[in-house]
């Protein structure tokens, strides 16, 4: 099996996302129960509950044997490492901010494929990066990131709105489109980490 | 596009719902991203937890753009008028029981088509009106209201039970059945909130 | 109607799954809309999630009478009589265990029937088994137990894989099989019980 650039950096973001499950199993001391449950929660998540909203079953991630295998080894390798895991932060800043955005390429293309209007192809490419870790901090009891901190999703919304657009209303081809998109939401997710630029907090 | 008088009480419902989302995210001091999916997810998560257990898909929601629309409305509304909103809480409440009150119709509605049986009916009634506030509350790291405060999913049983009942065994015509179960919800809830019933808490 | 010896267990385990619910609900003091919804949700959760994920809409609960029907009478008589209840732990564990391991054949059976993969199929088992009481937990507001404390899944696992493997690569007779499957879940979760063994929590 030969895989693609594509799917090596959906690899990639599926491993972050599932490290991000793990390392909130571990602080919240789970067992290995918890560390694998959330660990898959976390990496499909978000493309579960876009299959099943738009109908698409049994959802992706069930035959996805190369993603499981990843995930369960993220599981493993941030258990067992944890110490070291830690300091890779930045590492998985990066490889998280991959999987958002082949996360949201994927979910709007799943959107536009079964015909829903723009707007909602793009909710689909947000829900699909940025839902599962919503799952894991509703789990685990915390505040969603999601909702209070960081350009997350709004970078989603950004790369999956010119993708969109441009993809529709201009002839670039759809692969220099889908990496204009994938450059655009990585680099706004990075910039805005480093600079820690956040949105305001909504106040009463 | 000309809308019905019931179509305008759904959207009427469906403000309000979002105008509660967006109070729940405000008080939480979610960010905007915080702001739009709880208003989303209360709204629709009702409508859409049914659609997903009666098969339904894409889910309602996706192609309704004008709900969608009153959604995004609400919340940019709520937010930027805060202050006065919060005084608007009885009016607030004359809505919500109309949303209430219609999305329990509506969730009848879909069960009786799919054949469920008629307790299913109503069960799905109740998860249209009451489970969008569920989720609201189980996200935020709230206790369930459902589960705790006040008469709501027993305005809805209420309600549909009426209107399952005497759709099925008399020979009132749908519209009257339909407009009096509607009114049984308003009233039952907004009585309830005025005279401050509340259901006994069990004790272990 | 005639129950099968299978039917009767499953009840049996549906009705302490739902007694498993109202307690939670009890203990957070709810009221009669969440005594329902919680015994509904922690017997029925598992199930639901497996319907959805592979597509098996309507969800099986909702033409299940004679389950529901359980979970109704196992709410009340845990609401009126929660006094004697409580002192039946150990008898509602051994029935909580069978429909641990009920649930989880079939989970599996319901994978295998739409052909994926085996360890997806395990994995079935143990959602259809296991994740209502995750439901329960996250919708109260209380850390997961099935993450944090004792043997629950991996007896559903063990089970499982028994199940999957003798049924596939051995002549034994499916009944067999099942009953031995069974056998090991209820055993492991009781023995484990009984001593009190626990994974060991993962620490950072």
């Known amino acids: 099996m030969q895989l693609t650039f594509v799917q090596t950096l959906e690899l990639i973001g599926t491993f972050a996302f599932a490290v991000s499950g793990a390392t909130a ?20 998540g978000g493309g579960t509950i876009r299959d099943l909203l738009i109908g698409a079953t049994p959802v992706a991630w069930m035959t996805n044997e190369l993603s499981n295998t990843a995930i369960i080894a993220a599981a493993i390798i941030a258990a067992l490492f944890f110490s070291y895991v830690k300091k890779l932060t930045r590492l998985l800043n990066i490889f998280d901010a991959i999987g958002l955005a082949l996360f949201t390429i994927t979910g709007i ?18 829900i699909t990066g940025a839902f599962g870790g919503l799952l894991r901090d509703v789990i685990c009891g915390e505040q969603p990131i999601l909702f209070t901190r960081e350009i997350y999703a709004a970078a989603s919304i950004a790369g999956g ?17 889908q990496s204009i998109s994938i450059a ?13 630029w956040q949105f305001p907090r909504l106040r009463g």
Do not use: E, M, W
């Not at 709105?161 to 670039?172: E, K, M």
């Not at 655009?184 to 820690?196: D, G, M, Q």
């Open 109 to 126: 293309n799943k959107g536009v494929a079964v015909g829903l209007p723009i707007p909602i192809c793009i909710a689909l490419g947000v």
């Open 25 to 44: 199993a571990i602080n919240k001391s789970y067992d290995i129960i918890g560390l694998l449950s959330l660990s898959f929660i976390t990496a499909i």
């Open 161 to 177: 709105t010119i993708y969109v657009l441009a993809g529709h209303y201009t002839g670039i081809s759809s692969d220099v489109v």
């Open 184 to 196: 655009v939401i990585v680099a706004i997710r990075l910039v805005s980490l480093h600079y820690n």
